[in-house]
């Protein structure tokens, strides 16, 4: 989602991994336009215009240095069962900074959190100062699987992710 140049959507690709791009403009992609893993969609996602990717359903959900908030649901929505939702954005603080420092576009505390609480289970959330990334700021990660109703145990909760590290 607002894939802008499609960084992230390209590490996919060069794994073999189909990806969708969506943006309001799709110019920065147009070398991808003929990769057969690649689909280009061009749509506002802020205008009022109906959700370009209708009843589609994905693996996997990547959004990065993006808010819109009207857009949880519908990428929630989007996640097949078992569907991962990476979104990493920027929170209150940031206006310290850089941009965005409008309040209406940054992150409360603990707010993608809340927008995924009772739909996905959270496998890594992280709030804070990040000085390594692309954009230097304060910002919320967040990674989260679409799985709460997959679960086999007899409490109904779901079954935990392996996050050890390498």
């Not at 996919?12 to 943006?23: C, G, K, S």
């Not at 996905?120 to 699987?145: M, P, W």
Request: negative net charge; proline residues 5%.
């Amino acid at each position: 989602m607002a894939a802008g140049g499609g960084r992230h959507g390209r590490l996919f690709l060069e794994r073999d991994h189909p990806v969708t791009f969506v943006d309001r403009t799709v110019e920065p992609l147009q070398d991808l336009a003929d990769h057969l893993n690649a689909e280009l969609i061009e749509a506002d996602l802020e205008d009022g215009s109906p959700w370009p990717l209708k009843d589609r359903r994905f693996d996997a959900v990547v959004v990065v240095n993006y808010l819109h908030r009207e857009l949880f649901g519908q990428l929630i929505a989007s996640l097949n069962p078992g569907g991962v939702l990476m979104y990493e954005t920027f929170a209150r603080g940031n206006e310290d900074f850089t941009r965005p420092r409008n309040p209406d576009h940054l992150l409360k505390t603990g707010e993608l959190l809340d927008a995924v609480t009772g739909q996905l289970q959270v496998v890594a959330y992280e709030h804070g100062l990040v000085k390594n990334a692309d954009i230097t700021g304060v910002k919320q990660r967040l990674c989260a699987v679409n799985d709460l109703s997959l679960s086999e145990r007899e409490d109904g909760e779901p079954t935990p992710h392996d996050i050890s590290r390498a």
